[in-house]
């Protein structure tokens, strides 16, 4: 099984009828429901993308869990989902692809894959022989090192207090430690960044950020934690205050590095 992201996973499945792959996608959208108690949508099909597309179709739906096996079982899942419903196209690539005449995922199924090679990159390309049922994308079982660690956080009320962001600070720095370690890199920079809510017209806006360099590098909670207060010393301002879910955000970057 490969972790893709917080909530998200791949699990491939060999050897197993359609049935009974079937029951075990209903089986586990029911048993997260009922242990964690959010809803949950299975898709299944010979590709990571189009496993990605037949979970779109289920939670279009509103099924547990859709599978999608057959030429024309893909070609109807496809043909009701726009080209921007498929894993990586962006907007401004649908953009594109609509004046290609590329509307829906089934037209991008069918468009020749040497012409988005050549419009576009390989990585599209890549996606179109995946939409064709030819696996481009392997299943990751141990993910890559991370060479950018991001901890965004952000608060529920005002925030005014240099010592609320201190102590939030503090506890992100030390998380970022824990990232790091996991993983056994080091960081040889740290990024701070800050901003006020811009959708509060009526309170003045700020936004700024500072990177601060570590040397040596490390992934030492203590010493992130000394260098995050020293950039957030260094870019504070008095009087800036937000709030909502994304108020005072509190940001660091760092390149990680064996």
Same mark, same amino acid.
Request: with cysteine; charged share 25%.
């Given at each position: 099984?490969?972790?893709?992201?917080?909530?998200?996973?791949?699990?491939?499945?060999?050897?197993?009828?359609?049935?009974?792959?079937?029951?075990?996608?209903?089986?586990?959208?029911?048993?997260?429901?009922?242990?964690?108690?959010?809803?949950?949508?299975?898709?299944?099909?010979?590709?990571?993308?189009?496993?990605?597309?037949?979970?779109?179709?289920?939670?279009?739906?509103?099924?547990?869990?859709?599978?999608?096996?057959?030429?024309?079982?893909?070609?109807?899942?496809?043909?009701?989902?726009?080209?921007?419903?498929?894993?990586?196209?962006?907007?401004?690539? #649908?953009?594109? $692809?609509?004046?290609?005449?590329?509307?829906?995922?089934?037209?991008?199924?069918?468009?020749?894959?040497?012409?988005?090679?050549?419009?576009?990159?390989?990585?599209?390309?890549?996606?179109?022989?995946?939409?064709?049922?030819?696996?481009?994308?392997?299943?990751?079982?141990?993910?890559?090192?991370?060479?950018?660690?991001?901890?965004?956080?952000?608060?529920?009320?005002?925030?005014?207090?240099?010592?609320? $962001? /201190?102590?939030?600070?503090?506890?992100? /720095?030390?998380?970022?430690?824990?990232?790091?370690?996991?993983?056994?890199?080091?960081?040889?920079?740290?990024?701070?960044?800050?901003?006020?809510?811009?959708?509060?017209?009526?309170?003045?806006?700020?936004?700024?950020?500072?990177?601060?360099?570590?040397?040596?590098?490390?992934?030492?909670?203590?010493?992130?934690?000394?260098?995050?207060?020293?950039?957030? #010393?260094?870019?504070?301002?008095?009087?800036?205050?937000? #709030?909502?879910?994304?108020?005072?955000?509190?940001?660091?970057?760092?390149? /990680?590095?064996?």
């Amino acid at each position: 099984m490969e972790i893709y992201s917080i909530d998200e996973a791949f699990l491939q499945l060999r050897d197993m009828g359609a049935d009974l792959a079937e029951s075990l996608g209903d089986h586990i959208a029911d048993t997260v429901r009922k242990w964690i108690g959010i809803p949950v949508c299975v898709g299944m099909a010979p590709t990571k993308t189009l496993a990605k597309a037949a979970n779109r179709t289920a939670k279009n739906q509103g099924c547990r869990s859709f599978k999608m096996e057959t030429e024309g079982q893909i070609d109807d899942a496809l043909r009701e989902l726009s080209v921007d419903d498929v894993w990586g196209v962006s907007s401004r690539w #649908k953009r594109r $692809l609509n004046r290609l005449g590329v509307d829906t995922a089934l037209d991008l199924k069918h468009i020749s894959p040497m012409l988005i090679r050549k419009h576009f990159n390989i990585i599209l390309e890549r996606t179109v022989r995946e939409l064709n049922g030819e696996p481009c994308i392997p299943l990751e079982l141990s993910p890559p090192r991370k060479k950018q660690i991001i901890v965004s956080r952000s608060f529920g009320k005002l925030v005014t207090s240099y010592d609320d $962001l /201190a102590a939030a600070t503090a506890t992100y /720095a030390a998380r970022l430690g824990e990232k790091l370690r996991q993983q056994g890199t080091y960081a040889n920079s740290l990024y701070v960044w800050i901003a006020t809510n811009p959708f509060r017209s009526q309170d003045k806006q700020y936004t700024t950020g500072v990177s601060v360099p570590l040397v040596p590098a490390t992934s030492d909670s203590t010493m992130l934690i000394a260098a995050a207060h020293a950039g957030l #010393k260094a870019i504070y301002r008095k009087g800036h205050c937000s #709030k909502r879910p994304a108020s005072w955000h509190s940001t660091w970057w760092m390149p /990680a590095r064996n």
